[in-house]
């Protein structure tokens, strides 16, 4: 089974914080992608990833960076967080055109 | 722009009915897939369909994808509170690089 894991499920930080959301999969996947969703605003790509040191803007990159050093790993950054990015964070990766999600990490700034 | 249009938006029914959500879109897509989401959690990978009028089972669940690759519909059969969650669809545009489109949900709740 594929399995793609993320740092915290819950993480609360103050604005003007620099964070940090990591993501892992285990399956050797090319694609590595992250999203947020919010509600009424479905699910929106922010960055996604093609191959390790590469990256591609999504529909909202504003405000974040990426960075994938290793293959299975594809981090998202929020370099000065603020309360417009609380939101539900997800992590997915694929091999074709099937997605494979992280459980999602829950950032609250206050 | 919302390229994929999924309703109804919220769906709250006893359990044993049948219900039907749809997705549709005025665009073509190479593929479809759709999720289920729990709450709390990350979606889940239901079932892809790739062939204008293809249609698949999974128990309970019946996906259809439109002769023109346009529409799809997922249709529960008996429904169980176990069903309950958020139904996503997304679609696959030709030369997307794997991205998907995603509607933004059918909230279903199965009440016992």
């Known amino acids: 089974d594929v399995k793609v894991t993320q740092s915290s499920r819950y993480l609360v930080k103050r604005t003007g914080e620099k964070v940090f959301l990591e993501c892992v999969q285990d399956?050797?996947?090319?694609?590595m992608f992250w999203y947020r969703q919010d509600p009424g605003l479905g699910l929106r790509l922010i960055y996604f990833?093609?191959?390790?040191?590469?990256?591609e803007k999504g529909d909202i990159p504003e405000g974040y960076s990426v960075s994938r050093e290793k293959k299975e790993r594809f981090s998202l950054i929020l370099e000065s967080a603020s309360t417009n990015q609380t939101s539900m964070y997800l992590c997915?990766?694929?091999?074709?055109?099937?997605?494979?999600f992280g459980p999602g990490t829950r950032l609250t700034v206050t | 722009t919302q390229l994929l249009e999924q309703s109804p938006q919220f769906l709250s029914i006893q359990e044993g009915e049948n219900l039907t959500v749809y997705c549709n879109s005025s665009?073509?897509?190479?593929?479809l897939q759709w999720y289920r989401q729990e709450p709390g959690e990350g979606p889940v990978l239901l079932v892809t369909?790739?062939?204008?009028?293809e249609v698949k089972k999974l128990k309970r669940l019946t996906f259809q994808f439109g002769d023109a690759r346009k529409d799809s519909s997922l249709h529960i059969t008996a429904a169980q509170p176990g069903d309950t969650g958020l139904y996503l669809c997304?679609?696959?545009?030709?030369?997307?690089?794997?991205?998907?489109?995603f509607g933004k949900g059918t909230l279903l709740t199965v009440n016992p």
């Open positions: 665009s073509v897509f190479s593929s």
């Open positions: 369909v790739v062939t204008g009028g």
């Open positions: 997304a679609g696959v545009r030709g030369g997307s690089n794997y991205k998907l489109t």
């Open positions: 990833s093609y191959d390790v040191k590469m990256k």
């Open positions: 997915a990766s694929n091999s074709g055109y099937e997605q494979y």
């Open positions: 399956m050797d996947h090319e694609n």
